[in-house]
Each structure stands twice: as C-alpha cells, then as structure tokens.
C-alpha cells in the first residue's frame, strides 16, 4: 500500500521568505505521480504543482518549486519570496499511473506566512 | 464557467440519522470522485462513479453509498450516521477521458457535524 508522510504539522515564516516544505512517501509502483495541494480557509483544493515520476527534471511553476529524490523517495516543495497569499494547509499526495484515480493524500503541513 | 458545486456547505446531523451530500461537477466532467477529510487529516478517497456507476472504492464501510446521475452530478449517502463521521467531504470531478490529476477540480466541500 502506497503511504504519504509529512512531517511537519505546522511553520511559520515571514513574508519575501523561502520556505521548504518536506514528503516523503512509500511505494512499491514505478510509474506514478506526486503533487503538492494547497487549501486555503476557502477548502477548495488547489493543485500547486505535480511531478511525474519518470521525469528526472523537478517541476517548476512560478514561486513553486520541488526537490523530487526518487531513490529516497522524498518529495519536498520549495515556496519562494513568500506570499501573505500563501497561507494555507499544504498537501503532499501521490497517484498511480495509469492505474487508479485515487488520490492518497499526507496529513498535510499548516503554513503561516507572517507579515 | 462553473467549477464544483457542492451543497449544503454546513450540515449538523444527530447520530443515528441519515444525510445526503450532494455535488454538480465542472461542466464537460463526466466523473465523480468523493474524499473524506476529517480534522487535522488529510482527504481519504471514498468512492467514485462515472456512467452511473461506482468504478473504484475506498476503504469505507457499506453506510457509505453513492449514486451518479445522467447530468453526471452525484449524491454520497450514509446512513446510521456515527460521531466519527464528522468530516469535511469533498467532491472532485474530472473527465474519464483524460485520466490526469491536471483535470482534477475539487469542490469547497460540505462540513458535516454529527452530534
């Protein structure tokens, strides 16, 4: 059974910050995905940012960027020049590849970003 | 453009009762998806339907039933309600056609208390 751990429960920094959010995860599976969902006090999941597990590259997107370690399957999101904005619960998740559609979701990680 | 519908946003049921939940998806989604996140976790897929029909399932017991329309929105049932299903419950939705997380859209939600 594939698992998702974050471990940390909650950070602060302050705003124009960089800031790094850790994951790791288990499988046994070589063809996946993983994500970074944010979800601000509105709850709607926004999806931040993914990688493929066959891409080497770390994907970028903006401010957003990820440190994807295969081997050690970690999956850390990098958050530059941080955002009042960026305030929200941070969840790290994987999906299989052209298997299933389920989404296994980490416990997440509260972000605050101070002013 | 309508993104994920879900109503009621807040609901307070007493143990023992049944809800209904319901979701009207993205338009030109076809598919269903319904996660449950309880406080302080992550969402934990429950089930998910397309053509009318349950496709995948999640670790939840037989209380938990669904049903899909043919104007693809859905409805997530569960009967002999227990405190522990106190939760936020999200629907996504996404086209079967294109079976990637990018064409994910989560709705805010529907905060279930059961008292």
Same mark, same amino acid.
């Given at each position: 059974?594939?698992?998702?751990?974050?471990?940390?429960?909650?950070?602060?920094?302050?705003?124009?910050?960089?800031?790094?959010?850790?994951?790791?995860?288990?499988?046994?599976?070589?063809?996946?995905?993983?994500?970074?969902?944010?979800?601000?006090?509105?709850?709607?999941?926004?999806?931040?940012?993914?990688?493929?597990?066959?891409?080497?590259?770390?994907?970028?997107?903006?401010?957003?960027?990820?440190?994807?370690?295969?081997?050690?399957?970690?999956?850390?999101?990098?958050?530059?020049?941080?955002?009042?904005?960026?305030?929200?619960?941070?969840?790290?998740?994987?999906?299989?590849?052209?298997?299933?559609?389920?989404?296994?979701?980490?416990?997440?990680?509260?972000?605050?970003?101070?002013? | 453009?309508?993104?994920?519908? $879900?109503?009621?946003?807040?609901?307070?049921?007493?143990?023992?009762? !049944?809800?209904?939940?319901?979701?009207?998806?993205? @338009? &030109? +989604?076809?598919?269903?998806?319904?996660?449950?996140?309880?406080?302080?976790?992550?969402? $934990?897929?429950?089930?998910?339907?397309?053509?009318?029909?349950?496709? !995948?399932?999640?670790?939840?017991?037989?209380?938990? @039933? &669904? +049903?899909?329309?043919?104007?693809?929105?859905?409805?997530?049932?569960?009967?002999?309600?227990?405190?522990?299903?106190?939760?936020?419950?999200?629907?996504?939705?996404?086209?079967?056609?294109?079976?990637?997380?990018?064409?994910?859209?989560?709705?805010?939600?529907?905060?279930?208390?059961?008292?």
């Amino acid at each position: 059974a594939q698992t998702v751990t974050q471990s940390q429960p909650e950070m602060s920094v302050q705003e124009a910050e960089t800031v790094t959010l850790s994951c790791t995860y288990d499988t046994s599976e070589s063809n996946y995905y993983l994500f970074w969902y944010k979800q601000p006090p509105s709850r709607q999941m926004i999806l931040v940012i993914r990688q493929e597990a066959y891409k080497q590259q770390n994907a970028t997107e903006n401010r957003f960027s990820v440190n994807f370690q295969k081997a050690a399957k970690s999956f850390s999101l990098k958050i530059s020049d941080s955002q009042l904005g960026d305030t929200a619960m941070y969840f790290c998740a994987f999906m299989m590849l052209n298997r299933d559609d389920k989404i296994i979701f980490g416990k997440g990680t509260r972000l605050h970003i101070l002013p | 453009d309508a993104g994920v519908t $879900q109503s009621p946003t807040h609901l307070i049921k007493t143990r023992g009762q !049944q809800v209904t939940l319901r979701c009207s998806p993205k @338009s &030109g +989604h076809d598919t269903v998806s319904w996660y449950q996140q309880a406080l302080g976790q992550g969402p $934990q897929f429950i089930f998910q339907y397309y053509e009318e029909e349950e496709r !995948q399932r999640g670790n939840f017991p037989d209380r938990f @039933s &669904g +049903h899909q329309f043919p104007n693809y929105s859905s409805e997530l049932n569960v009967n002999a309600l227990l405190l522990g299903d106190s939760a936020l419950y999200l629907c996504a939705s996404s086209s079967w056609g294109d079976r990637s997380v990018l064409g994910y859209t989560f709705g805010s939600g529907t905060r279930l208390t059961v008292v």
